[in-house]
């Protein structure tokens, strides 16, 4: 039994509409994303990405292939679908805190272990994020300097994982990442709200990520941003079914933890946020089905708040297939970003007026 009629519309739509769905998997000769998801497996994950290895110290310019037309297109597509994307990235992050190695990670950097330092951590991200999509790609800009800075937290990082437990960020703990930044985007489109025909503007914003990734030290061997948009999506997907979904299946103690502590971080952003609800359309986007059942086990155990949200959260996203839709939930998530980066009102009353306010650069703590 569906939700909804929403939900029978949105469900029907997104089956039969997917550009991933559309092309067989792997149709491109001599191209395997099964094969490239488990090279990066088992040979991303032996491979460092810090000042330890030389190819990070050599990616610390921009790349042969970087096109600052082709980069500015892809910033242009992330305001075009700025509602869309920031709500893949939330459930992104959700996703990737699944992953053991990362979840370690973060565990040991001590920066999301409660509702403040989850806040202080995303936030930090996300306006990050914001820069890379707004600035200029030049030596000495904005956007130069935040890339710098999260590149040199990302070593710090490495290095005091080593120390304490024996472990390196590897090729791997990068694509993961990357993947929750652009992975659901791209390999979940529609499930986001996005009705993107032009493939150009998909090419663009991929490259966006590819270049992110190389100056972050991610190699082109486990790059997950391919010059095909199709080979990326193929990609994309695999890691979302193969890597991530069995993780999330397991329901660890830690993830749920660590999730807890993201929402209401970040219900100071959007208080619409709710764990429960937003785990299960993450599930439901990867295993792409949202018709659901009264049999379902996991749906019977929302209570009837989420059961509310879900159905409100799938409402919206049937539909941003309507331009009208599309403009007034990007122009509420722009209000939201300004009022985080300059006014954050809701932070005020949960964590007061002098910790809402933070430098996003400088020592990883």
């Known amino acids: 039994m569906c939700v909804g009629k929403s939900c029978c519309e949105f469900c029907a739509n997104s089956t039969n509409n997917n550009s991933y769905e559309k092309i067989p ?18 040979n991303g994950s032996e491979i460092y990405c810090d000042d330890s290895v030389p190819s990070f110290n050599n990616q610390n310019d921009l790349p042969p292939f970087y096109d600052e037309n082709m980069y500015k297109r892809g910033q242009a597509f992330f305001h075009k679908h700025i509602f869309s994307i920031c709500f893949g990235n939330f459930l992104g992050l959700l996703a990737d805190l699944s ?16 509702d403040y330092k989850a806040y202080k951590r995303y936030i930090s991200t996300m306006l990050h994020m914001l820069i890379w999509y707004e600035d200029d790609f030049r030596p000495g800009s904005k956007l130069w300097i935040s890339i710098r800075d999260v590149r040199n937290k990302h070593n710090t990082a490495s290095k005091r994982a080593k120390l304490v437990i024996k472990y390196r960020i590897n090729q791997k703990d990068m694509i993961m990442a990357q993947w929750g ?21 998909w090419k663009c914003f991929i490259h966006l990520w590819r270049v992110i990734g190389y100056i972050l030290g991610v190699t082109d061997e486990f790059n997950i941003c391919r010059e095909s948009v199709q080979e990326t999506r193929e990609i994309c997907d695999e890691i979302g079914k193969n ?5 999330i299946a397991k329901r660890h103690i830690r993830h749920w933890e660590m999730c807890t502590y993201l929402v209401n971080g970040l219900n100071v952003l959007n208080p619409f946020l709710e764990l429960h609800s937003s785990i299960f359309y993450l599930e439901a986007a990867l295993n792409t089905n949202f018709y659901l059942s009264d049999k379902n086990e996991n749906y019977r155990k929302l209570d009837a708040v989420a059961k509310r949200r879900l ?13 009208w839709m599309r403009i007034c939930l990007n122009y509420l998530q722009m209000i939201s970003l300004w009022l ?4 954050p009102i809701a932070g005020y009353f949960k964590f007061g007026i002098a910790k809402s306010h933070f430098n996003i650069m400088g020592k990883h703590e």
């Open 99 to 114: 992953i053991q190695s990362s979840l370690s990670l973060l565990i040991l950097t001590g920066m999301s272990g409660s």
């Open 311 to 323: 159905r409100i959260m799938i409402f919206f996203i049937e539909k941003m297939r309507y331009q």
């Open 243 to 247: 890597v991530i979904r069995p993780e």
């Open 25 to 42: 998997i792997n149709h491109i000769k001599g191209f395997s994303a099964k094969k490239f998801v488990e090279n990066l497996l088992k």
């Open 181 to 201: 930044f652009m992975g659901l985007v791209v390999a979940r489109s529609e499930y986001l709200g996005i009705h993107e025909p032009d493939e150009y503007s």
């Open 340 to 343: 985080v980066k300059r006014f």
